[in-house]
């Protein structure tokens, strides 16, 4: 794993119809809007924030986050839509000894279905297989999430099993999770 291609600088990726950049205090409302929205965070173990100035803060932590090479969140952004952030993906739990990494995403209710999460995993688990040369990406995801699966199937992951209240999430207690994994071979072979 080449850690340093994820935080020696901030990382833009981006595809035909998507921008992949820092997400920044510029960005608040947008955060705010995708934040404020309970249904956004229904399948996810991310608490809803309600209040601006907290989630102002979160912008902090993001920063915080990557400076501590722990985790980077990239805003998701519209080329369409004149650089409108409608999401956040994020990849965290960077594990070199077996040169692993998790990744999320979460979108705006105003752009579900639209084909967006699909383009974004697509950019991130390109960059992570070729350019950070991890070995391993992996999702958790909670059994009733049916478009994320899709996402991820879409991309190549496999479903590897059901681990029964394994984790506790924020928000919603002990809960099942789905783990889906690609390894750098199965991405190799669907080129």
Known sequence: MIIEKVFNEFPILDSTNLELKKIEDIHIQE????????KVFEYC????K??????????????????????????????SQREKLVGIIEAMD???????????????ETSWGKGIA???????????????????????????NEPS???????????????????VWSGKGVVDLEIYGLLKDDYSKND
């Open 94 to 108: 960077f594990n070199q000894k077996v040169n692993m990494v998790t990744i999320g995403y979460y979108l705006a």
């Open 45 to 48: 173990g991310i608490i809803p």
């Open 149 to 167: 699966k899709k996402v991820l199937l879409k991309n190549g992951f496999i479903k590897e099993g059901l681990l029964r209240q394994a984790t």
């Open 31 to 38: 955060i705010f809007a995708i934040y404020d929205n309970d």
């Open 118 to 144: 699909t383009e974004a995993l697509q950019i991130v688990v390109k960059f992570l297989l070729e350019e950070v040369d991890v070995h391993r990406i992996q999702a958790e995801v909670m059994p009733l």
């Open 50 to 79: 309600h209040n601006l100035q907290t989630v102002q803060k979160m912008i902090g932590h993001f920063e915080r986050d990557y400076m501590k090479k722990s985790r980077i969140k990239w805003g998701i952004f519209e080329k």
